[in-house]
């Protein structure tokens, strides 16, 4: 039983961490509600209409599009500084890597993800 | 000096990935071409995926014998994985067979279709040849996102959206459980490497340790969700039935070799030293998974649903070999899939065919009366049924066989009276189809006009069925071979113990 006890200790912090973090901030944080406090912000402007306004679904393929150049510079980045050791196959790996997102960004583009509508 | 560094790479790290690597590029080559294309050519990118899939199993077929780690050990590129390569490539080429008509037919957007097949098939081959486990979890990944998609694809049918997101929704969960008992086991073991895990288990008193057993169950209900075992299998009807049938397709054939390729390696080749601890586990799994997938199939009416049911019992028996563990048994487990394979493949074939235009339908009913208007695919879709009922001399026969007689050996012998109850319980239902064919009355249907696709798709399961089981040996001896290259043990030895009964 003994060598189950760092598991147990394991879930019991994990429940406590995730019940501390939500329970904390309702038992520390001061409640005073007021009308104005409830407002939407908008910048210092009166709220106008509702937030459950609908988004164009063109904005989900933009941050799709945005993935793929996001994961692009997350590998590069690391792959630049440190260019000199890789060497040429390097060199060939990252530019089989571009070519790869390459292809989704050009079918992206021929089925009109960038087409203003 | 730089084409000299290349060719060095290239024959270095790049030859054993070369079935992969064809598959990948192909699916790029067909995002380019289709989006070049209207949808109306969707069977010319049928046609350039075929192809694509064609060359990978050549490239596959032309690498067995050559043993060697790859990438530093991530990819492991032997016998089994050349197995696997090939009955992957093949699988998805018969998916694409019995895509050229369905695709069109249901409108589906094809560019996007066989891209996501050939990435499936990209991810089910990296978990076939996955030597660390975190090439296990992203060829896992890359195969379930492709086809969590491919399952919602036909986007006009709600019941194919439901597929997707169930099958999604269950399967991000069930990923969470594998990444975390690949972690838990990493922490305890202090590396990825199936080999340094294997060796540092070694040790008693690490393979003991609770970081390892937990671990192990969760990576054991990981893999449970992938290849459907009971209680890990409520996305498996759903998913099937809702999904397009070439897709429901590759979900049973597919996706369900691939994660029993890299669960079979990873237990039995990699873990054996936990045997005790694992074993366990998997009775009770096989035990479940065998009862409860044939129970429930009796109760089905829909084709596709019992089917999936039907999948479920046939993980089940493959668990069984799996319990037995040892080299009789895993080579038995090949053998078994390259026989489930077909024996699916074809009824997918045949309701593929069967399906009507303007109501997608695969119920009893619809098979009604099959035998008198369409006597050819009735007879075909028979001798499917017949294969996974486990009727000699058909593949399914003789697999079953060898895994149930593998697990007598390994002295499991309640086990296998189970599964055998269970073949018996299976007869009902696959009989139910049989007899819905050839006694009961069907209305008047529609057929799409066939095209000889699918016609291929058909002879070719028909034909693997039929000689797979008819004469095992070359086959017995394939499986026999991919599992000893793959566990390191003499081929013979695999063998004798294979065919001492």
């Not at chain 2, 589906?108 to 975190?134: C, F, K, N, Q």
Request: hydrophobic share 60%.
């Amino acid at each position: 039983m003994a060598t189950w006890f760092p598991i147990a200790v394991i879930i019991g912090f994990a429940a406590f961490v995730v019940g501390a973090m939500v329970s904390a901030n309702r038992i520390l944080g001061p409640r005073r509600p007021s009308p104005v406090k409830g407002q939407a912000f908008e910048c210092g402007n009166p709220p106008s209409g509702s937030a459950w306004a609908r988004f164009s679904v063109r904005f989900y393929l933009i941050a799709i599009l945005f993935l793929v150049f996001d994961v692009e510079v997350v590998l590069l980045y690391p792959w630049a500084v440190a260019i000199r050791r890789f060497g040429t196959v390097g060199l060939v790996d990252a530019g089989i890597f571009v070519a790869v997102l390459m292809v989704a960004l050009i079918y992206a583009v021929r089925r009109g993800a960038l087409d203003p509508d | 000096m730089i084409s000299g560094t290349i060719g060095a790479a290239l024959d270095a790290s790049w030859r054993p990935v070369l079935a992969p690597a064809v598959v990948a590029i192909t699916a790029m080559a067909v995002m380019l071409v289709g989006s070049r294309l209207g949808e109306e050519d969707s069977e010319g990118l049928g046609w350039l995926t075929f192809s694509g899939l064609a060359l990978a199993a050549l490239c596959a077929f032309a690498a067995v014998g050559r043993h060697a780690p790859a990438f530093a050990g991530a990819l492991i590129v032997d016998d089994y994985t050349a197995f696997f390569y090939c009955l992957i490539a093949v699988c998805a080429a018969m998916v694409v067979l019995l895509s050229l008509d369905y695709v069109p037919a249901l409108e589906l957007p094809s560019t996007e279709y066989y891209a996501l097949l050939l990435s499936a098939t990209v991810g089910m081959m990296l978990l076939a040849a996955a030597g660390d486990l975190i090439i296990i979890f992203l060829g896992l990944e890359t195969m379930s996102i492709s086809v969590y998609v491919m399952a919602a694809i036909a986007r006009r049918d709600p019941r194919s959206s439901e597929a997707g997101l169930k099958y999604f929704l269950l399967g991000a969960f069930s990923t969470g459980f594998l990444l975390y008992g690949i972690a838990l086991l990493y922490g305890a073991t202090g590396s990825i490497k199936l080999e340094a895990i294997s060796r540092a288990l070694q040790s008693s008193a690490l393979a003991a340790s609770p970081l390892v057993l937990l671990g192990l169950a969760m990576m054991l209900i990981g893999f449970g969700f992938k290849v459907a075992a009971v209680p890990f299998h409520a996305w498996t009807p759903d998913a099937y039935e809702g999904a397009p049938t070439p897709v429901t397709a590759l979900m049973a054939v597919g996706v369900k070799s691939a994660a029993f390729a890299g669960f079979l390696r990873l237990l039995l080749v990699y873990l054996p030293a936990l045997h005790a601890q694992w074993g366990g586990a998997l009775w009770v799994l096989a035990a479940l998974t065998m009862s409860v997938g044939n129970l429930v199939a009796l109760a089905q009416n829909n084709v596709k649903r019992m089917l999936a049911y039907s999948a479920i019992a046939h993980a089940g028996y493959i668990l069984v070999g799996m319990t037995a563990a040892g080299g009789a048994a895993g080579a038995a487990v090949l053998y078994y899939l390259l026989g489930y394979a077909f024996a699916n493949l074809g009824a997918f074939a045949v309701l593929v065919a069967v399906e009507r235009v303007e109501q997608p339908g695969t119920t009893l009913a619809d098979l009604g009366g099959l035998a008198k208007g369409q006597p050819m695919l009735a007879a075909a879709m028979a001798l499917f049924m017949l294969s996974l009922m486990g009727l000699p001399p058909l593949a399914g026969f003789v697999g079953k066989f060898y895994v149930f007689s593998a697990a007598l050996q390994a002295g499991y012998v309640w086990l296998v009276v189970l599964a055998a109850l269970n073949s018996v319980i299976s007869t009902y239902y696959y009989a139910r189809v049989i007899v819905a064919m050839y006694v009961n009355e069907g209305a008047e249907r529609k057929l799409r006009a066939r095209r000889p696709g699918l016609s291929v798709a058909l002879a070719v399961a028909i034909a693997a069925t039929i000689i797979i089981g008819v004469d095992p040996r070359p086959y017995v001896e394939m499986a026999a071979g991919a599992y000893a290259s793959a566990a390191g043990i003499a081929r013979s030895g695999v063998r004798a113990a294979f065919l001492a009964h």
